[in-house]
C-alpha cells in the first residue's frame, strides 16, 4: 500500500455540497430572504452574461430590457477615462438610501453580474414581498461597472494604470470622482463596496477557501467603532449568519488595517456605514456562476436586513470571531515523491505548484522545488513512496533538461521510476 492522501482548501467539495442540502431545509422554515434570493438568482438570472469577463457593450446591451421600467431608472453619473459612460441604477422611493458599487478593479466581475440580476429582479419581480419593501423602504443605487476601461481588458487598473481603490482620497481619475459626486448627492445610510479577492485565500491557517470575505472597514488609523462604522459591523454580522448556513468554513474577515487612500474606509469615514464583500472561490465554479447566486441571496438579504432594521439584532461577536483571510502562495503542493531525471535515477525533492488562472484551475505552473514542509499550499498530496514524472518545455529535450519556476509543468503520478509504471494521478487532470 502506497501512501496518497490528499487534503487541504479544495478538496471537500462534496461535503460541503451535502451540508448546503442539510441547511436548505432549516432556511426553508425561516422563511427570510436567503431563499428568495436563491430563487431569485435563477428565475431573473441576466442569461446574456454567462462568464466572468466582459465588457461595458455587452453588460449594458444585456441590461436594456430591463432599465427605465418598473421603478427602475438608469442615470449617467460620469466617464471613464476613455469616454465610457459610469452609470448609476436606482430602484425603490423608501427614505433610507443604499449606494452599492462594484468592479472597481476591471477584472473582479461577480458582483456586476449579480447587480445585473438583481437590477432584473427589480424590473420584472412584479408584487414579490421582498421587492414590494425594498420598494417601500429604501432607495438602492447601483453603479454595476465603477471601472468600464479596466473590464473591457479584464485587468484591475483603469485606462492610465491607476487603481481606482487607492484615488479615494486625491480623486484624480474621473471614475473615483465619479463615485465621489454620487456619495456626496445621495449620502446614503448604507454603502457597499464590491470586490473579488484571490483565489489562494483560506478561512485562517489550514481552514477552506475563502468564498465570501466580510469588513466593516475601520474609518481611522485607531480603529474606532463609531456610530456609523459600528452599523456597518452589525450588518456585516448579520450577512455573516446567513452565509455560515450557506457555506460553512468559507467566510472569513478581511484585514482592517485604516488605507486613508481607499473607498471603504473613507466612505465609512464621510458618513455612510459601509460593507466591503469580497468574493473569493468555490470549487468546481470556474466561471463564478456559483458565487454569483450567492452575492444574488447575500445582496437582497442584506437590503431586507436594512429595509427592517433586523440587522440591530445581530451580535457583533459573529463578525469578530470570523476567521482572518489566510494568504496562500501555491494552489498545490506535492509532498515527499521522488522526481524522475532524463537518466532514470530519482531526487527526493518535493513540488510546489501554481495555476496561472487559480479560479479555473488552468494553467499549471511550478512554484517551488525541494524540501517544502513548512510551504503552505491550498491543496497537499501526500506521495510518499510515489514518483513524479514531470513535462514541461525544456524537458521534452532530454540534453538540455531543467526544473524552472515559474515555467508550465504536467506531473504524471506513477508507482515506479519506470515511465511505463502504473499510473496513480495525472495533474493537471485529463
Ligand atoms: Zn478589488
Not at 488609523?221 to 456585516?236: D, I, K
Not at 469578530?320 to 537518466?343: C, F, K, S, T
Not at 531526487?347 to 499549471?364: E, I, M, N, W
Request: proline residues 6%; contains cysteine; hydrophobic residues 45%.
Amino acid at each position: 500500500m502506497t501512501a496518497f492522501r490528499a487534503s487541504g482548501a479544495r478538496l471537500l467539495v462534496a461535503a460541503v455540497l451535502s451540508a448546503v442540502a442539510a441547511t436548505d431545509a432549516a432556511i426553508a422554515q425561516n422563511p427570510c430572504c436567503e431563499l428568495a434570493g436563491r430563487d431569485t438568482a435563477d428565475r431573473f438570472r441576466v442569461g446574456a452574461i454567462a462568464d466572468r469577463r466582459f465588457t461595458h457593450a455587452e453588460l449594458w446591451v444585456a441590461l436594456a430590457p430591463y432599465l427605465d421600467r418598473a421603478g427602475v431608472s438608469v442615470t449617467t453619473v460620469g466617464h471613464s477615462v476613455q469616454g465610457r459612460a459610469i452609470r448609476a441604477v436606482t430602484f425603490g422611493s423608501g427614505p433610507v438610501r443604499v449606494l452599492l458599487w462594484s468592479q472597481m478593479h476591471g477584472d473582479e466581475s461577480t458582483a456586476t453580474m449579480a447587480l445585473a440580476d438583481v437590477i432584473r429582479a427589480f424590473a420584472e419581480g412584479g408584487a414579490d414581498p421582498l421587492r414590494s419593501l425594498i420598494d417601500e423602504r429604501l432607495t438602492v443605487t447601483m453603479i454595476p461597472m465603477l471601472n468600464p476601461d479596466g473590464a473591457e481588458r479584464f485587468q484591475r487598473y483603469n485606462a492610465a494604470g491607476v487603481d481606482i481603490n487607492r484615488d479615494a482620497r486625491r480623486l484624480a481619475t474621473p471614475e473615483a470622482a465619479a463615485l465621489k459626486a454620487v456619495r456626496d448627492s445621495l449620502e446614503p445610510a448604507f454603502g457597499f463596496n464590491l470586490h473579488d479577492q484571490g483565489a489562494r485565500t483560506a478561512a485562517g491557517p489550514g481552514g477552506l477557501q475563502v468564498a465570501i470575505a466580510l469588513l466593516a472597514p475601520a474609518a481611522d488609523s485607531a480603529r474606532t467603532y463609531g456610530p456609523v462604522r459600528s452599523r456597518a459591523r452589525q450588518l456585516a454580522a448579520q450577512l455573516a449568519v446567513g452565509l455560515h448556513q450557506r457555506i460553512p468554513g468559507r467566510v472569513a474577515k478581511y484585514d482592517d488595517t485604516f488605507t486613508p487612500r481607499a473607498f471603504g474606509d473613507l466612505i465609512q469615514q464621510w458618513g455612510t456605514s459601509t460593507v466591503l464583500i469580497e468574493s473569493g472561490a468555490l470549487p468546481d465554479d470556474p466561471e463564478k456562476q456559483e458565487l454569483r447566486r450567492l452575492n444574488v441571496a447575500l445582496l437582497l438579504s442584506a437590503l431586507e436586513a436594512i429595509a427592517t432594521e433586523r440587522y440591530v439584532e445581530a451580535d457583533p461577536e459573529t463578525y469578530e470571531q470570523l476567521p482572518v483571510n489566510h494568504r496562500v502562495a501555491n494552489d498545490l503542493l506535492l509532498l515527499g515523491g521522488q522526481v524522475v531525471l532524463p537518466d532514470g535515477s530519482a531526487l527526493p525533492v518535493d513540488l510546489a505548484l501554481s495555476y496561472d488562472d487559480p479560479v479555473a484551475q488552468r494553467g499549471l505552473l511550478i512554484g517551488d522545488i525541494g524540501d517544502l514542509h513548512e510551504v503552505q499550499a491550498m491543496d497537499t498530496l501526500d506521495v510518499r513512496g510515489l514518483y513524479l514524472h514531470v513535462a514541461t518545455p525544456s524537458t521534452l529535450d532530454p540534453r538540455n533538461w531543467w526544473l524552472v519556476r515559474g515555467e508550465p509543468i504536467a506531473v504524471v503520478v506513477r508507482r515506479g521510476g519506470d515511465p511505463q509504471s502504473q499510473v496513480v494521478r495525472r495533474i493537471p487532470e485529463p
